[in-house]
């Protein structure tokens, strides 16, 4: 019997034909007549695209981090009043 496939096999499996189809699209539609002749075009894109490993990385969990920030700040806001309603409650009840 074979074996059943589970949700994340099914994504992998998804995620691989996203991948495929856009290398074979990618290799048919674009040409070196197509490219930017002139650097000042280059130059214009952001900075935060001009590293050597993002050129090349496929990131699935690319994050903000002002979204981190913000989720950390949320977090640690929440544990105080939750420590604080903790030894509020343990005094008054003592």
């Not at 990618?26 to 002749?37: G, I, R």
């Amino acid at each position: 019997m074979a074996r059943r496939r589970t949700k994340k096999d099914k994504i992998i499996a998804q995620l691989r034909r996203q991948v495929q189809n856009s290398d074979q699209t990618s290799e048919a539609t674009y040409s070196l007549s197509e490219l930017p002749a002139s650097p000042s075009s280059i130059s214009s894109l952001p900075s935060s695209s001009m590293g050597k490993d993002q050129d090349t990385f496929l990131s699935l969990f690319a994050y903000d981090p002002a979204f981190i920030q913000k989720d950390l700040l949320r977090t640690a806001a929440l544990t105080f009043i939750a420590f604080t309603i903790e030894f509020c409650l343990y005094f008054w009840l003592r």
